[in-house]
């Protein structure tokens, strides 16, 4: 399987040339959206595709009302959409920067040992507040077409221990960002499916990565988990515009000479859509990893501290921005707080056991001074925390913990209290172990919500007041009260 990829890529590379010029003139496709708030939520990513592609199977039939036949486009468009149609389109929705999104594409990927954060300032005080390790970030920023011209001629290409993939479909940046952090973090557990994917991609080179990723099912399905019909239509109707301006360059390759001002007047029609790229430590280097670009970017040695060094370029990437523009939002990949509390969970009954083996070798009566606390039961720690008795064993506790029992084992007493310690310390930790349970509810009970398509309702309701006839009276109304304002 491996040689027969190997015998794709060099066929490939003879059309290199043909496919370069392609790659660089999709990257010109964007969406013309505004965000909705200055720290990033609620932005759409940028979209953009490595070549013309047509998923418009959901569009409405042209409506023929004049004739007495053809159904109406926005009632058909107005249609609850099925699971069976959302798994039947070949396109990706665009998506928003939240981190309950994100997490959700995670856990449905199998990812469970890694979750996002969104990070409100880039002061290095928000960022130690945040769960350790923190893996990788994923950018969103304004793209602008001068962000072509950052890749150099003749990049080095993707080194063998880099997996990067090229974002060859519209509106999957987001995705692409995600899988470039996680499958580069050896410490997460990418779940049975990505470990499958990255091991029949990693041969590839980064466009076909890309392309597997683009035609992978179960992949695009969990991205348009909360894709709403309308959505669908959206980017169907991206996709054409795309595809017809691409034909016009095609028949058209002679452009006109554009002047400074013509320029001007031209970018502040057109506004810039969005996009998500991902900054991640790979080997001692920090790596900026952009589907976009042809090949990931080295930005250098990360030392101690990989975080200051992708900071800085984001920061350089902000300030290339005009002053009114800085819409952007940042998300932290971290690691799981789940895992971290069942590691320090084992880590504390590992002590536990411990301490009450050599308290039952100097004094087998000790429980008679000890003030009740209940060690929790093997059965109880593998029910609601998954710890096996196999894991707990193979927990090994701090440097400090270690030099505290070694302290406190000279005389019982002293083992006694700090038995009872640990014990307070395994209550705080299943307390804080049920918080992010309950967190992890409340954003699948959000996702649940979110993938309820109101538009239907929203839609009968207001035809309704049209047909009765006080639709007019209230936009009256709302004009008179905006002009009184």
Not at 149 to 176: G, L, M, Y
Not at 424 to 443: C, W
């Amino acid at each position: 399987m491996a040689q027969d990829l190997h015998m794709e890529d060099i066929r490939d590379d003879q059309r290199t040339t043909s496919e370069e010029e392609t790659r660089r003139s999709s990257r010109n496709r964007t969406v013309s959206s505004t965000p909705s708030e200055p720290t990033g939520k609620n932005i759409p990513q940028k979209r953009a595709a490595s070549s013309p592609q047509s998923t418009r199977t959901l569009r409405p039939q042209r409506d023929d009302r004049q004739n007495g036949s053809g159904a109406d486009p926005v009632a058909e468009a107005m249609k609850p959409l099925t699971d069976e149609e959302r798994r039947n389109w070949k396109g990706w929705v665009e998506l928003e920067s939240d981190p309950a999104l994100f997490n959700f594409i995670l856990r449905e990927n199998g990812v469970e040992d890694a979750r996002v954060h969104e990070v409100l300032t880039l002061d290095t005080e928000m960022l130690a507040g945040l769960p350790q390790p923190i893996y990788g970030f994923i950018f969103l920023f304004r793209y602008r077409d001068e962000d072509d011209e950052i890749e150099v001629e003749d990049p080095p290409k993707c080194p063998r221990h880099v997996w990067f993939a090229n974002q060859t479909t519209s509106n999957a940046c987001a995705t692409v960002a995600l899988l470039n952090i996680v499958m580069n973090v050896s410490e997460i557990n990418l779940g049975e499916a990505l470990v499958s994917f990255k091991q029949t991609t990693q041969g590839l080179k980064p466009a076909y990565r890309g392309q597997r990723l683009s035609q992978n099912d179960s992949i695009r399905c969990i991205h348009n988990s909360f894709a709403r019909r309308m959505d669908m239509l959206n980017a169907d109707l991206g996709l054409q515009n795309d595809f017809e301006k691409w034909e016009h360059l095609k028949k058209n390759p002679k452009r006109k000479k554009v002047t400074n001002n013509n320029r001007k007047k031209k970018k502040d029609e057109e506004e810039s859509g969005f996009h998500f790229i991902a900054y991640v430590p790979i080997n001692g280097s920090v790596w900026r990893l952009d589907g976009l670009q042809r090949h990931p970017v080295n930005l250098g040695q990360s030392g101690d501290d990989w975080i200051a060094v992708a900071l800085a370029h984001i920061k350089e990437r902000l300030h290339q921005n005009d002053q009114d523009d800085i819409q952007f939002s940042l998300l932290s990949l971290c690691k799981s707080p789940l895992q971290s509390i069942r590691q320090q969970v084992a880590q504390n009954m590992n002590l536990i056991m411990s301490i009450e083996e050599s308290l039952n070798n100097m004094t087998p009566d000790w429980k008679v001074f000890t003030a009740g606390h209940e060690v929790p039961k093997s059965s109880e720690l593998r029910e609601f925390l998954g710890l096996s008795q196999e894991f707990i064993d193979k927990a090994n506790p701090s440097a400090s913990a270690l030099e505290r029992l070694q302290l406190a084992s000279m005389e019982p007493s002293s083992l006694i209290k700090l038995h009872e310690e640990l014990l307070r310390d395994q209550t705080a930790l299943r307390g804080k172990y049920m918080v992010e349970e309950v967190s992890i509810g409340q954003e699948n009970e959000q996702a649940a919500k979110r993938k309820q398509d109101h538009s239907p309702r929203i839609h009968s309701s207001m035809k309704a007041l049209a047909e009765a006839g006080v639709m007019k009276e209230i936009v009256q109304d709302i004009r008179e009260n905006k002009d009184t304002k």
